[in-house]
Each structure stands twice: as C-alpha cells, then as structure tokens.
T-cell receptor, first 115, second 112 residues
Framework: EAGVAQSPRYKIIEKRQSVAFWCNPISGHATLYWYQQILGQGPKLLIQFQNNGVVDDSQLPKDRFSAERLKGVDSTLKIQPAKLEDSAVYLC?????????????FGPGTRLTVL | AQSVTQLDSQVPVFEEAPVELRCNYSSSVSVYLFWYVQYPNQGLQLLLKYLSGSTLVKGINGFEAEFNKSQTSFHLRKPSVHISDTAEYFCAVSAGDYKLSFGAGTTVTVRA
C-alpha cells in the first residue's frame, strides 16, 4: 500500500513570495489533515478535510493561508504572502473512516525556509 | 480541549540501556493515546496506540506503553535501546473529534 505522498520535499523562498504544497493521501482515506511543525515543537493542526469539505480550519491563518481538496482526493496548501515565521515543516496526514480513523498516516513533509 | 505534556525534552541513553519517556495529558472526556516517532527529515510513524482494552500496549520495535487513567499518563518504555532508536518521539491525544493534539516532543539520543 502506497503511503501519503507530498511534494516538494524542500522549498526556499523570500518573504512576501507565494508557495504551494501538494499532498496525495492513501487511496480510500476520507479524511485529510495539514499540520505545521515549527522546529522544536510538536505538529499543530492547520486544517482538516472530510472528503472535499472542511471540518476544521480554526487554526488556519486565513489572511495568508488557503487550502483545498478538489474531488476529495489530492489537496493543496498555499501561503501568500509568506512571512519569516512560516518557516516550518508542513505535514500532510490521512485517515480512513470509522474507528480506524483514530490512526493518522503521515507523509514525509515539506520543509519550508522563508528568507 | 485536550493537551499533552512531555516531561523530558531530551533523553540521552547508552546503547542496550532501558529508556522511559514520560507523557501526561489533560482532558475532560475519554481519550485515545498515541506515540509517534520521527526520524531526521522524515514524517511521523506510529509506534503504538491505546484505543480501549488492556492498558499495557505493545508497539513496533520493542516499545510498549501503559495507560494510567488515574494519573492521566501514557509513558513509553523500551527495555534495551539501539543506536537506531535515536529520534524524536511525540505523544499525542485525541477525543471525540478525532483531531490529534501533540506534545512538544522528546529527543532521544542513543550513545554507544
């Protein structure tokens, strides 16, 4: 079974530029999550999708961050414009439905450096 | 809302020695508990989980954890570590909404 795929793995941009990250979840997983992991901290949930609908985006800085999950499969997270404090690893995770959905499967992450 | 406290930010340990990583949580409702491991430049991998049943949970790579409801703890243990166990370990909790709340992590460094 293929795992969660993310690209790019690394990205370096200047502040005020825009950037986009892509995630392909495990086939059949209804729920998709985006996390932000700042160096030295645990992951923090940014947004949760159930199929192609948003379940929770309360921690997403909506003035600069946006995310979509078209057709309930792949997802894209965008930052525009980026700030220095956005430097972090962005993790995508997916989970199946039901009680098995308690376990989330994580991708390798995208390491973003904002200069 | 749930929260997790990992009591040790760094744990140095010698190869073949035992290790314990401490995790305490707070929640007003029943919880589900997880330990994840993160190797350098990789995503998170599930070590073990407590959903229900036996409070002693066995996971991959020889790790185990014990759920203690009265002490609101979920400490992770391994009787004999290897160099390859050097990594960052995260304790996480979820409740009715399936969302995970993570601790700040514990860095384990295994020395020969």
């Amino acid at each position: 079974e293929a795992g969660v795929a993310q690209s790019p793995r690394y990205k370096i941009i200047e502040k005020r530029q825009s950037v986009a990250f892509w995630c392909n979840p495990i086939s059949g997983h209804a729920t998709l999550y985006w996390y932000q992991q700042i160096l030295g901290q645990g992951p923090k949930l940014l947004i949760q999708f159930q199929n192609n609908g948003v379940v929770d985006d309360s921690q997403l800085p909506k003035d600069r961050f946006s995310a979509e999950r078209l057709k309930g499969v792949d997802s894209t997270l965008k930052i525009q414009p980026a700030k220095l404090e956005d430097s972090a690893v962005y993790l995508c995770a997916s989970s199946p439905s039901g009680l098995a959905g308690r376990e989330q499967f994580f991708g390798p992450g995208t390491r973003l450096t904002v200069l | 809302a749930q929260s997790v406290t990992q009591l040790d930010s760094q744990v140095p340990v010698f190869e073949e020695a035992p290790v314990e990583l401490r995790c305490n949580y707070s929640s007003s409702v029943s919880v589900y508990l997880f330990w994840y491991v993160q190797y350098p430049n990789q995503g998170l991998q599930l070590l073990l989980k407590y959903l229900s049943g036996s409070t002693l949970v066995k996971g991959i790579n020889g790790f185990e954890a014990e759920f203690n409801k009265s002490q609101t703890s979920f400490h992770l243990r391994k009787p004999s570590v290897h160099i390859s166990d050097t990594a960052e370990y995260f304790c996480a909790v979820s409740a009715g909404d399936y969302k995970l709340s993570f601790g700040a992590g514990t860095t384990v460094t295994v020395r020969a």
